[in-house]
Antibody
């Protein structure tokens, strides 16, 4: 069974940093791209960042470009989201998603999410 | 700034058919945008229903189907059931690795 388990969320002050992790199991992790998607309280889904199978290609939404960094460790079956210069508007549940067998086919399986709260 | 548009809300009677759409603020949606559709109930993770316009994700009943209707992507639910009452989101591939979600449609079954 494909499983994605996010961790690393919490309360952080504006301007602070946080690193999210997503541990994958049940599939050949190194063969699939991955994405992070967030959902602010009471709002819709927002794609945040994506990464190719090898990690060589990384993509970001304009809202986080220059502040967030996505990476992966295929030896640990884990994808990360390093979040710097956090703002109140980054408060959200962050979901990890496995891309389909072709990255551009879309998101396939989702984790349950981890909550990030940016507040003083 | 590309905006992906969805109906904010829709209602359908039990057993009925409903079609939700996913458009662009400027231009037409085609298969080249690889539209995906997701279902989400409050407090839960999204569930993938459709990817690449019309391919059902594993385990998704054939009551759910995806297509291109005119200049929009569409999700059609036939034989609506009470547990179809959820939020439905589409996402479009903008190229260069980038995705944009629509604002979501709240579907009521009554």
């Amino acid at each position: 069974e494909v499983r994605l388990l996010e961790s690393g969320g919490g309360l952080v002050q504006p301007g602070g940093s946080l690193r999210l992790s997503c541990a994958a199991s049940g599939f050949t992790f190194s063969s699939y791209g991955m994405s992070w998607v967030r959902q602010a309280p009471g709002k819709g889904l927002e794609w945040v960042s994506g990464i190719s199978e090898s990690g060589g290609d990384r993509y970001y939404a304009n809202s986080v470009k220059g502040r967030f960094s996505i990476s992966r460790d295929n030896s640990k079956n884990t994808v990360y989201l390093q979040m710097n210069s956090l703002r109140a508007e980054d408060t959200a549940v962050y979901f990890c998603a496995k891309q389909n067998f072709n990255y551009h086919y879309g998101m396939d399986v989702w984790g349950r999410g981890t909550t990030v709260t940016v507040s003083s | 700034q590309t905006v992906v548009t969805q109906e904010p809300s829709f209602s359908v009677s039990p057993g009925g058919t409903v079609t939700l759409t996913c458009g662009l603020s400027s231009g037409s949606v085609s298969t080249s945008y690889y539209p995906n559709w997701f279902q989400q109930t409050p407090g839960q993770a999204p569930r993938t229903l459709i990817y690449s316009t019309n391919t059902r994700s594993s385990g998704v009943p054939d009551r759910f189907s995806g297509s291109i209707l005119g200049n929009k992507a569409a999700l059609t639910i036939t034989g609506a059931q009470a547990d179809d009452e959820s939020d439905y989101y589409c996402v479009l591939y903008m190229g260069s690795g980038l995705w944009v979600f629509g604002g979501g449609t709240k579907l009521t079954v009554l």
